[in-house]
């Protein structure tokens, strides 16, 4: 007897109808989108340094791909002003607007049951908790042989 194969549901099935939904996915789902839109969806216009200040740990590269990445997605605009030195604003688009809404919550949600994630976190790490082998401290270093010389033939 045999098992029957896994269904899968609609909507995570890849199929041209659906692939652009997952590529959304994976913009949203990465490390840095999420929190681009959210500090965006907060201060409204910044200068990219200004953004890299208050995105903390992401390098100015990442910075630069996020924010290419999700111009192309219809989600930030970049607006260049002809000044010297060139002035670069990036701001949420409607697009980017509506997803913010959805940012919002999931923040929302991480700081209302944060107490409950470190409680399941401790509780996780100390079922799987392994034992610390012992490694015996060495008081005194085995004395260096020389090597032998090399005869020469």
């Given at each position: 007897m045999g098992k029957a194969p896994l269904k899968?549901?609609?909507?995570?099935?890849?199929?041209?109808?659906?692939?652009?939904?997952r590529e959304m996915l994976a913009r949203v789902g990465d490390k840095w989108s999420v929190y681009v839109i959210h500090v965006l969806g907060d201060a409204g216009?910044?200068?990219?340094?200004?953004?890299?200040?208050?995105?903390?740990g992401i390098s100015q590269r990442m910075l630069t791909v996020t924010l290419r990445g999700m111009?192309?997605?219809?989600?930030?605009?970049r607006t260049v002003y002809p000044e010297?030195?060139?002035?670069?604003?990036?701001?949420?688009?409607?697009l980017?607007?509506?997803l913010r809404q959805l940012v919002r919550?999931?923040?929302?949600?991480?700081?209302?049951?944060l107490t409950e994630v470190d409680a399941a976190r401790a509780a996780y790490d100390a079922r799987?908790?392994?034992p610390v082998k012992s490694v015996p401290i060495v008081r005194s270093a085995p004395p260096l042989r020389a090597r032998p010389a090399r005869v020469a033939v």
């Open positions: 899968r549901l609609p909507e995570l099935e890849h199929t041209p109808a659906n692939c652009h939904a216009t910044l200068r990219f340094n200004e953004l890299r200040s208050r995105v903390a111009e192309r997605d219809g989600l930030v605009t010297v030195p060139p002035r670069v604003e990036y701001a949420l688009t409607r980017g607007r509506t919550g999931l923040v929302e949600w991480s700081g209302a049951h799987n908790r392994r």
